[in-house]
Structures are given as structure tokens and as C-alpha cells.
């Protein structure tokens, strides 16, 4: 079995929580990240998945090199970047390249987009003026830009066109990972589709791997080939896309899955309906990522006495992915199935009467 192309293991990310509001007072310690693994193949796309504050973009940053873990190991092909010194290899960043949330905050305006792309060109490539140029054509003609666009300015597109030269630079030097952190939540939904239809193109002409960051389980289903679920600072759940999104393993999992819209009311009555079940718990939440248990377990409804005791070890599942939750080891079972069996074709069979009776 070949080696990953990206192999995270045990990673713990800490941030200093700084001082008081009085002199003497000192913040505690924010655990941003703790003690995750993840793997991407060449080629492939791993999906990320995690409300605001899970810890997901500052994972995608220790990736990127942008800031240095307390513990743990990050290794992208040949590279140990958590060996790196002060200063990180050139090579480094022309193999791994983002591509940020917000386009406008990410595009130089003062510059224009020829200039923007051919920027990574001159400097791992070593190109002249009139090569550059003409890459930075080529590389606009790819993601769906005409080569008239180099002489303008940022503000002159819209918001999916500026995405698109994000993303024409990210290209620029032929990386093999792109780290996508929410590349389409600041689009509108159409925008969103040919984004991503975009993105499956281009990776399919490039080979990159991509690490796709972002809190909608429906755009990762559709784009990427396995998904990791992470909540306050840990992976809860990992697993191939349509398993994870089918039958759900861990509540949390099940608790973003139900806060999907629907456009079938009886189906959108039952994620309601299981929605409020799931959310029994949120009232109490501290809000702090917890060092030795369960990070969900203030919020979810079947949490038990070993939940607030150690953090889950890992279960395999029936689909061949893998869960953190004690509800796969000690839990009871619900209604006498397991929580991961809940969510059944019979059960949205029997929504229309649900809804009627609702």
C-alpha cells in the first residue's frame, strides 16, 4: 500500500489565552486542536466538517505551516513540517496552496490579475515578464476566465470570478494539496454549484489532493471523497462521504445531517422532529473544549456517566468508517437499535403520517 500524501498524526494545536482584564488575571489555555489524524492520498479529497470554532481552519493553517503545534506530526510527501525551523522551504510552498473563504480579502487590489497570477510563476518558477504572462492566460483560460481579464482590477469581477482567480493562482505552481477553507460559503447557491463543478475539473486534470474545509455536510458530500466530523477541537467521526451522510454514526454527525434543509415537508418534519431531540442538551453548554472527555457529551441527549470520564477510543463501523462515541462501546441502545441506525429508510417511509399526526 503506498504511503499517504498527507499524514497528520496526533495533533495537538494550543493557543496562550493571554490576560485578564485585571493585571494578575491570566485567561485559560484554548485547546484548539487535540490530538487529531487524518490522512489524504494523492489525488483524493477529505472533507472537514465542523461548526464555527471546531478547530478546522486552524488545523488547515498548521497544514499550510502558518503556525507551529504543540505536539504531534504533520508530513506532506517528503517534507516533516513540523521539523520546519523559522523559516519554511520555498519547495514547501510551491507543493501546498490555499484558497481562502473570502476573495476580496485574499486578492491584492492594487494589483492586477495578471500580476496576481504571474506573481508565483516568477518566484518558483523563475519566469520572465512575457512567460509569466502568457502561464497566467493559460492558467484564467482553465478555470473558466478569458486571457483580457489579466488587465483588471480585483473589484471588476464578481464574487464567483474572484474565487476563480484564487483559485488560478492557487494553480499557479502546480501544487500537489490545496487547502480549500470554505472556498464557497461566501457565494450565492448557483455560484456555489459551478464553483465546485470547477474544482472537480480542475482536480481531475491535476491530480491535487484537495483538503476541503467547510461547515455544509451537503456541498462536502458532493465533493469530496471521505469526510472527517470535528467538534470543539476533536474528529468525532471518518468516514466515506455517502456512508457518513446515509447512516451517521456519532449524534453530532446526526445532529448537522438533521439541520440540512429538505424540500419534501415530510422529510423536513422528521430532521425537525430529531432535531429537537438532539439539541435536549445544548442548554448548560460551557462553550470550552474539554481536555479528557467527551467534547459533546454537554450537549447531547444520550450522554452517560463515562462520557464526562475519557474521550471515546476509536469504533469501527458497519460501513468501514470510524466514530469516537461511547454510545458504539457501553451506550444503551435507542429504541433498540443503535444511534447510528436511527435515521432509516422506514422511518422517512413513515414521515407523511408523522407530519399529518404534526
Known amino acids: 500500500m503506498s504511503e499517504p500524501l498527507l499524514d497528520i498524526d496526533d495533533l495537538t494545536i494550543v493557543f ?4 485578564g482584564a485585571l493585571p494578575w488575571q491570566r485567561l485559560p489555555d484554548v485547546r484548539a486542536v487535540q490530538h487529531v489524524s487524518l490522512k489524504i492520498d494523492a489525488g483524493d479529497t477529505l472533507g472537514l466538517v465542523g461548526e464555527s470554532g471546531s478547530g478546522k481552519t486552524t488545523l488547515g493553517r498548521a497544514v499550510l505551516r502558518f503556525l507551529r503545534p504543540q505536539s504531534g506530526s504533520i508530513r506532506l510527501g517528503d517534507f516533516d513540517v513540523t521539523g520546519f525551523g523559522r523559516r519554511v522551504p520555498t519547495e514547501y510552498r510551491k507543493t501546498v496552496q490555499v484558497v481562502f ?18 506573481e508565483p510563476l516568477r518566484i518558483h518558477f523563475d519566469m520572465d515578464s512575457r512567460a509569466a504572462r502568457e502561464r497566467a492566460g493559460e492558467l484564467l483560460e482553465q478555470v473558466g476566465l478569458q486571457r483580457h481579464h489579466l488587465d483588471r482590477y480585483p473589484h471588476e469581477f464578481s464574487g464567483g470570478q474572484r474565487q476563480r482567480i484564487a483559485v488560478a493562482r492557487a494553480l499557479a505552481t502546480e501544487p500537489d494539496l490545496l487547502v480549500l477553507d470554505e472556498p464557497v460559503s461566501a457565494l450565492d447557491v448557483s455560484t456555489q454549484s459551478q464553483v465546485i463543478n ?33 467538534y470543539h477541537s476533536r474528529i468525532v467521526e471518518l468516514g466515506d462521504s455517502d456512508d457518513i451522510c446515509e447512516r451517521p454514526a456519532h449524534p453530532y454527525t446526526e445532529l448537522l445531517l438533521a439541520s440540512i434543509p429538505d424540500p419534501d415537508p415530510a422529510v423536513q418534519h422528521l430532521k425537525s422532529q430529531r432535531r429537537r431531540e438532539l439539541a435536549q442538551g445544548v442548554a448548560g453548554a460551557s462553550g470550552r473544549a474539554p481536555t479528557n472527555s467527551c467534547p459533546f457529551a454537554e450537549r447531547c441527549p444520550h450522554a452517560m ?3 464526562w470520564e475519557s474521550f471515546p477510543e476509536p469504533v469501527p463501523t458497519a460501513t468501514g468508517g470510524t466514530v469516537w462515541c461511547h454510545l458504539h462501546t457501553t451506550g444503551p441502545r435507542l429504541g433498540g437499535r443503535p444511534v447510528s441506525e436511527l435515521a432509516t429508510d422506514a422511518q422517512l417511509a413513515e414521515a407523511p403520517a408523522a407530519a399529518a399526526d404534526g
Not at 16 to 19: H, S
Not at 101 to 118: E, F, K, T, Y
Request: hydrophobic share 45%; net charge neutral; glycine share 10%.
Open 16 to 19: 496562550g489565552g493571554g490576560r
Open 101 to 118: 473563504q473570502d476573495p476580496v480579502g485574499s486578492l491584492n487590489p492594487s494589483m492586477l490579475v495578471g500580476a496576481i497570477i504571474a
Open 198 to 230: 470547477l474544482l472537480e475539473r480542475l482536480q481531475r486534470e491535476t491530480g491535487a489532493a484537495y483538503l476541503f474545509i467547510a461547515h455544509d455536510l451537503a456541498v462536502v458530500r458532493h465533493t469530496c471523497h471521505r469526510i472527517a466530523v470535528m
Open 305 to 307: 456517566e463515562v462520557c
